[in-house]
T-cell receptor
Framework: DGGITQSPKYLFRKEGQNVTLSCEQN?????MYWYRQDPGQGLRLIYY???????QKGDIAEGYSVSREKKESFPLTVTSAQKNPTAFYLC????????????FGPGTRLTVT | DQQVKQNSPSLSVQEGRISILNCDYT??????FLWYKKYPAEGPTFLIS?????DKNEDGRFTVFLNKSAKHLSLHIVPSQPGDSAVYFC????????????FGSGTQLTVLP
């Protein structure tokens, strides 16, 4: 069955280390998105990709990087430059950019100490 | 500068009664609005949406109302059930910018048995 997979569900890292969060979808969706959720706040857009080999910065891209080498994969790297990396990270996809509904993965809780 | 606001962080309702969740927006370019439901440690799931050309959209127990002049939308759940207990996010989308979603901060709904 189709869906979005994010792994791992919980991730722990030491401060100063880069870490890559995985996002895979088998929905054949063109567009993919990365959001961050902090307690008491809504989802904030980090990066999005409308098509393979293309991506744009969202509202809070500083300290993050992405790649989109395959349609089904959109990994997010949280670099040591990200000042407050501890958060719940959500990946989403939509059939194509310009389509309203986005479908979300289960999320990864990243804790940096 | 929050463009989408959910001013009530929490709401408690008795089972069987109506739940009304509210959302305000400031950006007049928003023309499509969505509600998502989120359980703890899971990704949001799409619930219902409405285009700015309508003022009401209904789907089973869920109805969304849009008041464009007041830049206000609301989600009505009738009758409320304990399984509806979750965080509800409203989101808005504007033409262009790949239809990015701007999320509110969420309202925790608790339906009491």
């Amino acid at each position: 069955d189709g869906g979005i997979t994010q792994s791992p569900k919980y991730l722990f890292r030491k401060e100063g280390q880069n870490v890559t969060l995985s996002c895979e979808q088998n929905l054949n969706h063109d567009a993919m998105y990365w959001y961050r959720q902090d307690p008491g706040q809504g989802l904030r857009l980090i990066y999005y990709s409308q098509i393979v080999n293309d991506f744009q910065k969202g509202d809070i891209a500083e300290g993050y990087s992405v790649s989109r080498e395959k349609k089904e994969s959109f990994p997010l790297t949280v670099t040591s430059a990200q000042k407050n990396p501890t958060a719940f990270y959500l990946c989403a996809s939509s059939i194509q950019a310009g389509v309203y509904e986005q479908y979300f993965g289960p999320g990864t809780r990243l804790t940096v100490t | 500068d929050q463009q989408v606001k959910q001013n009530s962080p929490s709401l408690s309702v008795q089972e069987g009664r109506i739940s009304i969740l509210n959302c305000d927006y400031t950006n007049s370019m928003f023309d499509y609005f969505l509600w998502y439901k989120k359980y703890p440690a899971e990704g949001p799931t799409f619930l219902i949406s409405i285009s700015s050309i309508k003022d009401k959209n209904e789907d089973g127990r869920f109805t969304v109302f849009l008041n464009k002049s007041a830049k206000h939308l609301s989600l009505h759940i009738v009758p409320s059930q304990p399984g509806d207990s979750a965080v509800y996010f409203c989101a808005a989308s504007a033409k262009g910018s790949a239809r990015q979603l701007t999320f509110g901060s969420g309202t925790q709904l608790t339906v009491l048995p």
